[in-house]
């Protein structure tokens, strides 16, 4: 199986900063894409920001410029870091990664969500 725990969500004024972290463990042969979504209230689940396993990075224009994302491939570790936020940050933010990993004998890619952190951006 594979674990994936998200860190660093909380209650944050406008143009303040926040920092997200989502490290995965367990039966992992490599990792592929890693990224962040999320989610607000009445709305769908929307792409953060993604980077691929050779530093290939895609924004969504809302956050281009605010949230640069990166990864630590050493600790299957990716971090979104969250700048100048906007009261429309706030969200239930998931982390989504793409293994690699042995199942049934074959090797697959599996995508995995975390549970979600909880963003709120509040004066």
């Known amino acids: 199986q594979v674990q994936l725990v998200e860190s660093g969500g909380g209650l944050v004024q406008p143009g303040g900063s926040l920092r997200l972290s989502c490290a995965a463990s367990?039966?992992?042969?490599?990792?592929?894409?890693m990224g962040w979504y999320r989610q607000a209230p009445g709305k769908e689940r929307e792409l953060v920001a993604s980077?691929?396993?050779?530093?290939?990075?895609k924004y969504a224009d809302s956050v281009k410029g605010r949230f640069p994302i990166s990864r630590d491939n050493a600790k299957n570790t990716v971090y979104l870091q969250m700048n100048s936020l906007k009261l429309e940050d706030t969200a239930v933010y998931y982390c989504?990664?793409?293994?690699?990993?042995?199942?049934?004998?074959?090797?697959?890619?599996?995508?995995?969500w975390g549970k979600g952190t909880l963003v709120t951006v509040s004066s």
């Open positions: 980077i691929s396993d050779d530093g290939i990075i």
């Open positions: 367990g039966s992992i042969a490599s990792i592929n894409d």
């Open positions: 989504n990664v793409d293994v690699r990993r042995y199942v049934g004998g074959a090797m697959r890619n599996i995508i995995y």
